[in-house]
C-alpha cells in the first residue's frame, strides 16, 4: 500500500526568494518546473501582494490582501508576472513584483498546463488541472444562480478553494473542509468565518467532479468573470486541517505548544483563526530553513515580513507537522479554533512505506 504518490513535492510546489532589478524583462529561475500560479510578495515593503496564472494570462494581476477586482498592468506600463517560464517566470517593473534591491518571495504551483474547456457542471469552465498534486487553476462566467462549476480534478477527497470576482471589487471566498458548507471565510480581511452563507456554496461541499456556487457575487456574479484556485487534499503532500490552540508559548524541545500532524515536513503553511478577528499568517521553509520558523506575511495585509517575536507565531517544523512554539492570537491563543493549508517539502514516509530523513 502506497504511502504518498509524490516523494519529491518540489515537483510541484516550490518557493524561491529573488532580488528585484525594477526593470522590465526580469527571469526569476530555481522554481524547478514551469508555474500555473505564482503568488508574489515583497518582503521590505509595504506592497499588496500579487497574484497570477497561466490560464487567466500574463500580465493580470489579482491581490489576495484586497477586493479588487482583477487588474491588466500592461496598461500602466508596470507589469508584474509577465512571461510563465520553463523554470521559473519574468517579472516587469512593478514594485510589487520588482521593486530595485528588494527581497521578494514568490510560492509556485505546478497546475495542468494549457486550460481545456470542461463541460462537467452546469456553467461551462477552462480548466488547468494536475490531478496527481490536487490542483487546479478554474475560470467561468457567472450567472447568478444556483449553479456546479467543473474543477477537473476526478476524484473526491477534502477540497479547500479560494474564489475571486475578477470583474467588480468583491471580497475573495475561501471554502475549507474544516467548515460547514454553510460557512465561509474571506481572505482579504482578517475576519471570523462567515455564518448562514448559503448563497456562497449552496451548502454544498465539492464532489470529485464539480463544485458548488449559490447567488453570491463572490462566487458566481452574474455575467462576470469568475477564477477559483481549486485543491484536493493529496496524503504526503497537501494537508487541510483544523486544530485548537493551547495558549502555551514556552520554548525548548518539550515545550507545551499544540502539535499538529499532517504526515510531512512542510514547506509551506498559512493559518487562519475562525473565531476572530486574526489575519492570514503564511510561513515556509526557505525564508526560515532552519527552525524556529518565524518570519511571518499575512494575506490579507501588504505589511513587510515580520520576525520571530512580533506576534509571538513562532512554530518548528518538524518531519511530520509542525509544533506551536508561541502563544499569540493568530496561532495559539487558549482555547481559540483554526484552520490551516500545508504542502510539504518532504512526505514523512515515501511511496514504497520507508521513512524519510527530512532534509
Not at 518540489?10 to 524547478?32: D, K, S, W
Not at 463541460?119 to 488547468?128: E, L, P, R, Y
Not at 490531478?131 to 444556483?146: C, E, K, L, M, R
Request: charged fraction near 15%; hydrophobic fraction near 35%; proline fraction near 3%.
Amino acid at each position: 500500500m502506497a504511502y504518498t504518490a509524490i516523494d519529491d513535492p518540489t515537483q510541484y510546489f516550490n518557493t524561491v526568494l529573488y532580488t528585484g532589478n525594477g526593470a522590465n524583462g526580469h527571469g526569476i529561475t530555481g522554481v524547478g518546473f514551469q508555474p500555473d500560479w505564482v503568488w508574489l510578495k515583497s518582503r521590505a515593503n509595504t506592497e499588496s501582494h500579487w497574484v497570477g496564472d497561466s490560464v487567466r494570462g500574463a500580465n493580470l494581476r489579482l491581490q489576495p490582501n484586497e477586493s479588487n477586482a482583477e487588474f491588466d498592468t500592461t496598461s500602466n506600463s508596470y507589469p508584474g508576472v509577465s512571461a510563465f517560464d520553463s523554470d521559473g517566470f519574468t517579472v516587469g517593473r512593478s514594485d510589487a513584483a520588482n521593486a530595485n534591491n528588494q527581497s521578494m518571495v514568490a510560492w509556485n504551483w505546478r497546475a495542468g498546463g494549457s486550460a481545456s474547456s470542461n463541460t462537467t457542471g452546469s456553467i461551462d469552465s477552462s480548466v488547468s488541472a494536475n490531478t496527481d498534486a490536487g490542483f487546479s487553476i478554474v475560470t467561468y462566467t457567472g450567472t447568478g444562480s444556483n449553479a456546479t462549476v467543473g474543477h477537473g480534478l476526478g476524484s473526491s477527497g477534502r477540497f479547500t478553494m479560494l474564489l475571486k470576482n475578477r470583474s467588480i471589487s468583491r471580497n475573495w471566498a475561501v471554502f475549507h473542509p474544516e467548515l460547514e458548507t454553510t460557512e465561509s471565510l474571506r481572505i482579504d480581511v482578517n475576519g471570523a468565518k462567515l455564518t448562514g452563507r448559503t448563497g456562497d456554496w449552496n451548502s454544498t461541499a465539492p464532489t470529485s467532479t464539480v463544485f458548488s456556487v449559490g447567488t453570491e457575487p463572490a462566487t458566481n456574479g452574474s455575467g462576470n468573470n469568475m477564477v477559483a484556485y481549486v485543491f484536493r487534499e493529496i496524503k504526503g503532500y497537501s494537508k487541510f486541517g483544523s486544530y485548537t490552540g493551547n495558549g502555551t508559548g514556552s520554548f525548548g524541545p518539550f515545550a507545551g505548544g499544540t502539535f499538529v500532524y499532517t504526515g510531512f515536513k512542510p514547506a509551506w503553511l498559512m493559518i487562519k483563526r475562525t473565531d476572530g478577528a486574526n489575519g492570514w499568517t503564511i510561513f515556509d521553509s526557505v525564508r526560515d530553513p532552519f527552525n524556529i520558523v518565524g518570519n511571518q506575511l499575512s494575506a490579507d495585509s501588504n505589511s513587510a515580513e515580520e520576525g520571530d517575536a512580533s506576534h509571538h507565531a513562532e512554530r518548528d517544523f518538524l518531519a511530520n507537522g509542525f509544533k506551536l512554539k508561541g502563544n499569540g492570537n493568530d496561532v495559539n491563543a487558549d482555547g481559540a479554533n483554526y484552520v490551516y493549508m500545508a504542502f510539504a517539502e518532504q512526505p514523512f514516509v515515501s511511496s514504497n512505506g520507508v521513512p524519510t530523513t527530512a532534509r
